[in-house]
């Protein structure tokens, strides 16, 4: 059985943001229902978090909480967002490889 939550979110939706990604990946991990969970950062959802204080509040409230967030290099530097991502505690790194090695394991990612 998967105890792995991955969760791939590229949405610039505040409202998706925060009632369904940080919602749900907070709640399963704080509430136990799934050992690990991993939010990998992409594109879009890269600005809004950038320009959004209440967003970047809750994200250092869910790493506090043992949600692992990560967020693509690349696509930081593009936009030009990696010190803003990195103030909120988010990793940054090239994800491509991470991405990958999610796809190619089989297990199920929730892409929103």
């Known amino acids: ?38 939010i990998l950062v992409w594109g879009a959802s890269q600005t809004l978090i950038s320009q959004d204080k209440e967003l970047q509040e809750k994200i250092k409230e869910m790493i506090n ?21 990195q103030s909120c505690g988010i990793n940054t790194f090239y994800t491509g490889q991470i991405l ?3 796809i190619k394991s089989g297990e199920n990612i929730v892409s929103v």
Do not use: P, R
Request: charged share 20%; net charge negative.
């Open 65 to 85: 909480d043992g949600v692992e967030i990560i967020a693509c290099q690349a696509c930081a530097e593009k936009i030009g967002v990696v010190d803003s991502l």
């Open 100 to 102: 990958s090695d999610w």
């Open 1 to 38: 059985m998967q105890n792995h939550a991955k969760i791939l979110w590229t949405t610039d939706n505040k409202d998706t943001a925060l009632n369904m990604i940080c919602l749900y990946a907070q709640n399963a991990k704080i509430q136990g229902w799934i050992e690990k969970v991993t």
